[in-house]
């Protein structure tokens, strides 16, 4: 018998989120893919900005059954600076990275579900007209999830986070 979808949803990261944030950036399976976070003020000084309307990179949390089960941000990829994607000149691109918060729930279709849900929803913008993502080259099971839901491999790139694998899924026709 087929499994029922999974049902993801996903709400702005607002303030008060951000101490439970720097908790699961500290989870070593985040850690791992995320690098240290540092002190609860360094997290604050980092995604507090992504709380605010005027930023073009926005965090957000999913949810299924209303409870918080990761973290996903999005960010307009052409102007993003800091050294990141300078080449790209299509102002419909938008860029992800995401992650689970609880290392118990991996390997059960929920990142893939996220990840699925969260380009359904940002594709109802008609202006946006592919995402990318970077995972690091090994990081075997982030290329397999992104694989399984479209994303297609560009190839090897260089960020300021340092090698990268550039994939990206375009919006259908």
């Known amino acids: 018998m087929p499994q029922p979808p999974i049902a993801i949803s996903?709400?702005?990261l607002v303030v008060s989120?951000?101490?439970t944030l720097h908790e699961w950036l500290h989870r070593p399976h985040v850690s791992e893919w995320w690098g240290d976070p540092g002190t609860p003020e360094q997290v604050e000084q980092d995604y507090l900005p992504l709380t605010k309307k005027e930023s073009t990179t926005r965090g957000y949390i999913a949810l299924l059954e209303n409870e918080p089960i990761g973290f996903i941000q999005s960010y307009v990829v052409m102007g993003s600076g800091d050294g990141w994607w300078k080449q790209e000149t299509?102002?419909?691109a938008r860029g992800i990275d995401q992650f689970l918060a609880n290392a118990e729930q991996l390997g059960q279709?929920?990142?893939?579900?996220?990840i699925q849900a969260f380009m359904d929803w940002l594709f109802q913008d008609s202006t946006i007209t592919k995402i990318q993502t970077?995972?690091?080259p090994e990081n075997d099971r982030a290329i397999r999830c992104y694989r399984q839901v479209g994303f297609v491999e560009i190839g090897a790139v260089i960020t300021p986070d340092g090698p990268a694998l550039l994939m990206v899924k375009e919006r259908s026709r």
């Open 90 to 92: 299509d102002p419909g």
């Open 109 to 114: 279709g929920l990142g893939k579900a996220m």
């Open 17 to 19: 989120d951000l101490a």
């Open 10 to 12: 996903f709400r702005p």
């Open 134 to 136: 970077d995972p690091a």
